[in-house]
C-alpha cells in the first residue's frame, strides 16, 4: 500500500484548505481511512476517520464542526477539508491507513504534509 499525500502549504488564519491522500493498493482492503497531526514537541493525535464499509465519521474535539473527512473511491483518494484554520491548526498532517490482505492487517502511513496557518 502507498500513499501519496498532497495540497499542503502555508495559509492564514480563517482561510480554508483541502489536503488529499492517494491509496495505492492492489491486494489490501482498506478497512479505515485517517488523518493525523503532530506539531512540534507533541504527540500524533488523530484529527479525523473514516470507516470506508460503514462511511462512519469520527473527529478530534478541536476540529468538529471545521474539518471533514471524505472520500472518493473512484479516485482511490480521501480528502481532509478544513474550514477557519486557525494558527493552532500548524502541524504536519499524515494520512493513515489500516489495511487487512486477509492474512494480516496493517498501519500505512504517508509521507507527511506542512500545513501551517499564519496568523
Known amino acids: 500500500v502507498q500513499l501519496q499525500e498532497s495540497g499542503g502549504g502555508l495559509v492564514q488564519s480563517g482561510d480554508s484548505l483541502k489536503i488529499s491522500c492517494a491509496v495505492s493498493?492492489?491486494?489490501?482492503?482498506?478497512?479505515?481511512m485517517a488523518w493525523y497531526r503532530q506539531s512540534p514537541g507533541a504527540q500524533r493525535e488523530l484529527v479525523a476517520e473514516?470507516?470506508?464499509?460503514?462511511?462512519?465519521?469520527t473527529y478530534a474535539d478541536s476540529v468538529k464542526g471545521r474539518f471533514t473527512i471524505s472520500r472518493d473511491s473512484d479516485k482511490n483518494t480521501f480528502y481532509l477539508q478544513m474550514n477557519s484554520l486557525s494558527p493552532d491548526d500548524t502541524a504536519v498532517y499524515h494520512c493513515?491507513?489500516?489495511?487487512?490482505?486477509?492474512?494480516?492487517?496493517?498501519?500505512?502511513w504517508g509521507q507527511g504534509l506542512q500545513v501551517t496557518v499564519s496568523s
Open positions: 473514516l470507516i470506508p464499509k460503514s462511511g462512519s465519521t
Open positions: 493498493t492492489s491486494t489490501f482492503i482498506i478497512n479505515t
Open positions: 493513515n491507513v489500516m489495511a487487512d490482505n486477509g492474512r494480516m492487517a496493517q498501519a500505512f
